[in-house]
């Protein structure tokens, strides 16, 4: 019998959506491409940094901020795929981070994270990196 709307079919949606993208990318990568953290607006926010990088791809962050330290962070960014999940595996490293920690962050650590990404995909990295910046940057009023 086949799947009804309801009974699982969006859950297998998902699955194949996630397997397509594992012929490009690493298990790590692919799941925060389909399954995103902290892709929303941070309410209580205490900063944000919006960069649009050279190839016109966008990307923002909230952070919460308390005692020195980010407490929260959260995203959104257009409909890359990779920047995405470069997005997301950045909010999740920075929580706990104080702000130099933070800044001190490298692309090549977040590529790291995900377990790697293509070349033609390194500057999603980037923009994440980038816009944690602006984030802190806005914090600290720079």
């Known amino acids: 019998m086949a799947d009804k709307i309801g009974e699982g079919a969006l859950d297998k949606y998902w699955a194949a959506l996630k397997e397509t993208y594992r012929q490009v990318y690493s298990e790590v990568a692919a799941d925060h491409m389909v399954f995103p953290r902290n892709a929303s607006?941070?309410?209580?926010?205490?900063?944000?940094?919006?960069?649009?990088?050279?190839?016109?791809?966008?990307?923002?962050?909230?952070?919460k901020i308390e005692d020195g330290r980010i407490t929260g962070a959260a995203f959104t960014t257009d409909d890359c795929i990779t920047c995405t999940a470069c997005a997301s595996m950045i909010t999740e490293m920075v929580r706990g981070k104080t702000l130099q920690e933070a800044l001190a962050i490298t692309p090549q650590q977040v590529v790291d994270e995900l377990q790697g990404l293509p070349e033609e995909d390194l500057h999603c990295a980037q923009l994440a990196v980038d816009t944690i910046k602006a984030a802190v940057?806005?914090?600290s009023g720079q």
């Open 41 to 63: 607006e941070l309410a209580n926010h205490s900063s944000f940094g919006i960069i649009n990088d050279e190839l016109d791809e966008t990307m923002a962050i909230w952070l």
């Open 137 to 139: 940057n806005d914090y």
